[in-house]
């Protein structure tokens, strides 16, 4: 773990602001081995904390103002004024993202507290790739929520911040689950977690000390802000309705009970299992739906639009915009979570190459399925299983970011080399600094100013 980040922002918040900070906070990026686009319905997912992380130093400070240095983003001082609905800085800025966080703290209290939190002083370093899939938003969040909650001793239970954050950060304008947050507030050195959602749970799964994870950056920025943020929340609103389709496919089967999200189906009423929920989704569905055929087979065009709008997604799109894949993203989300079922077995008894064979299954869902890889990830996954690793697939959202892959730790040297000098990679990629080993690390926490 990176001590030299924390250092780094302590000191230039000396020289910044002209005085020590009283305390510094360091929040995991992560990697997703298993289980994606599974979280915001309902079903599990598998990921580790990383020892790449974001570090604040901060300080308390009279006024609400907050003012923050950001290392990564130029040397100016920023500032905002707490308040219950912060105004946003500019689509992508991040900035929002400690807004995201701090106003997700205050959206808990109640008005008295509320009006009575003051603000303070930060400087944030960090070294988690952007828009990578490693999750350095969810970082920064998590890491401004605590800052807050520090500078007022304030303390709130784990998961209870975490599901907090999941909501707060929407107010970037993703419509995400609730996987990064969770595993930042929650990771633990040498072990991977299932993480459950609504309720939040989350186990540790030991990992195997021979193997390794090594990441492989593709180079290809997935912006949030941009067209990636259009295409997570259009997969989102496409999950939501092949809910209500399969709800209609259940009421015809007699099912008096309704489900929000497919994750639903696991409890009571319904009791289903992972096989069966798997089942229905390739049953009951088919692949695409046009706009007209969702609002006929939904019954009324409001629901529709409702659902849109809730993404993000304005109007009406018509039959000339847009299909609507319910079928291939739930089949992929359904056998994804029969995934990470499996796969969390197969870590418990040691069984990697197996592992392996899930990831690359897990890949080839998200290609064909889900459809949120692009040629650059599926040449890196194809040249790793080249290069000797025993899986590999995307990680996090998709649309560009890095490939996990697991390798043999007495292997890693050897598979570094032959990804760094595979001929058919461009010099950019093959660059040290974008393909590189991660360990499990602990969750986000706080430190003393040395
Ligand atoms: P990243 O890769 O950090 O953008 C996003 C979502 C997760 C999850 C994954 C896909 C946010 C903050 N994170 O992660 O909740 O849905 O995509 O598995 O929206």
Known sequence: MSDSLLERAADEFRRQYGIPAAFCVRAPGRVNLLGEHT???????????IDRCIAIAARPRDGRRVRAVGLDWGHEIESFELAPAIPKHPQGHWMNYIKAGMQGILAKLCPDEREGMTGCDMVIAGNIPAEAGLSSSSALVVASAMTLLHVHHRTVGRLTLAEWMAEAEWYVGTRGGGMDQAVCLLGQPDHALQIDFFPLRAQPVSWPKEYAVVLCDSGVRAKKSESALRAYNFRSAECRLAARLLNQALARNGWESQFQRLGDLLRPPFHFSYTEIRDLAESALRDTYRYSELVQALGEESRVIEILRDCSIPGDPGDSGPRFHCGKRYRHVAREALRVVK???LLDRGEMEAFGELMLEGHASARDDFEISCPPLDQLVRIA??????????????????TVNVVRRDQVKEFLAAVRSHPGLPPSITHPGMIFPVNAAPAAAYYPIS
């Open 385 to 402: 299983m080249e290069s000797g690793a025993v899986g590999a697939r995307l990680t996090g959202a998709g649309f560009g970011g890095c």
């Open 39 to 49: 979280d915001y319905n309902g079903l599990p997912v598998l990921p580790m904390a």
């Open 343 to 345: 796969s969390r077995e």
